[in-house]
């Protein structure tokens, strides 16, 4: 199995520096998070933004679309801030032939209480089993990514209503 990472920023990659919350997303953490973790498959780590994913714009969504298009790979996992996540994902429908699961973080990778391991885990395991298409792997659920929704307020994502 050959992986490619896209990594778009978010809190996943969120480094702060005091007490009053200043911040700025950092290098990414996923080609650490999976050494550390000792997988056993290929994987290559392409960089394409460093941005909070409310700063986002449409030019930034085409440009994921172009380097998920033009990726060798079959198996994109996107590493993205939850907030616009959905709308990344919204961008990247139809796309054929390529298994995409989104995931990020509540907390920053950095962070010991983070859920990025976890997530991240999750979606790997997705990747291998799902069919061609978007998905988001978020707090142990896999879901098609235009079937859910951020919940703010609970920290987490749940079906659309």
Known sequence: MRLRVITAG???DKVYFDAASTYEVG????G???????VTFDFV???VLQKDSLAMTDEDRSLIR?????APEKLILITHGTDTMTATAAKLQGIADKTIVF???MQPARFRDSDAVFNVGCAVGALQVLPPGV???????VSPADKVKKNRAASRFEPKA
């Open 10 to 12: 978010g809190t996943i």
């Open 27 to 30: 290098e990414p953490q996923i």
């Open 32 to 38: 650490p998070l999976l050494r550390d973790s000792n």
């Open 45 to 47: 780590v392409e960089s």
């Open 66 to 70: 172009s380097r998920v298009e033009a």
């Open 103 to 105: 995931t990020g973080a």
């Open 135 to 141: 998905y988001i792997a978020m707090n142990g659920v």
